[in-house]
């Protein structure tokens, strides 16, 4: 299996401008989750979704962002629009079953807005 | 709510060196603990889990044992090696299970 996979993993963009992430899940995990990770916060779970339902978006900083998983291979995260205060990294993860004794991680998308 | 607490990096340290990374936490319920490796460049993945009182958990040298009794799970190597430099972080599950992470722990280890 290829893993989680995300794109782009790097994204250069200017403030106001509407960012989307992407991510591709491990096929047939039921849970999926998005995470910004900084260095004065750490690591922070923004929203996870359970068999493309969102569960979740408590952590979800501001009406800005916005996920949505229209169905069990893809999601999407979306800034609009972006502010300086949005750079970080953020990471998708999936995993089975309700337990989440494994977390699988994405590389990442490093986002810089300017 | 849940939270771990780990040691500030970062820990920098020779090879061979022993390495402790210490980890507190708090969660409802029964959780389970856990330490998850980030090398540069690359997403979490995990290193060791424990699920119960007293378990130790142990992959590619690395240990922890669950402590309830001081709600800890100190992670141990004996001889770290350059490759094990890396960002490690604590996470705990309580509750609804969602895992909650610590704020990672840098090692550098040098030659």
């Known amino acids: 299996d290829a893993g989680v996979i995300q794109s782009p993993r790097h994204e250069v963009t200017e403030m106001g401008q509407e960012v989307t992430l992407r991510c591709k899940p491990i096929s047939g995990h039921d849970y999926l989750f998005w995470y910004r990770q900084t260095m004065m916060r750490g690591l922070e779970l923004l929203i996870y979704f359970n068999n493309n339902v969102p569960i979740d978006d408590s952590g979800m900083p501001e009406d800005r962002f916005s996920a949505k998983m229209p169905n069990a291979s893809f999601s999407t995260l979306k800034i609009q629009p972006s502010e300086p205060r949005d750079s970080a990294v953020y990471f998708c993860?999936?995993?089975?079953?309700?337990?989440?004794?494994?977390?699988?991680f994405g590389s990442g998308t490093q986002l810089s807005v300017l | 709510g849940n939270s771990v607490t780990q040691m500030e990096g970062p820990v920098t340290l020779s090879e061979e060196a022993f390495l402790t990374i210490n980890c507190t936490y708090t969660?409802?319920?029964?959780?389970?603990l856990f330490w998850y490796v980030q090398y540069p460049g690359e997403g979490l993945q995990l290193l060791l889990k424990?699920?119960?009182?007293?378990d130790k958990g142990s992959n590619k040298g690395f240990e922890a044992t669950y402590r309830k009794e001081t709600t800890s799970f100190h992670l141990e190597k004996g001889s770290v090696q350059v490759s094990d430099s890396a960002v490690y972080f604590c996470a705990t599950s309580g509750g609804s299970y969602i895992p909650t992470f610590g704020r990672g722990t840098s090692l550098i280890v040098h030659p």
């Open positions: 993860a999936s995993s089975f079953g309700g337990r989440f004794e494994k977390l699988f």
């Open positions: 969660a409802t319920g029964y959780p389970s």
């Open positions: 424990a699920t119960k009182a007293d």
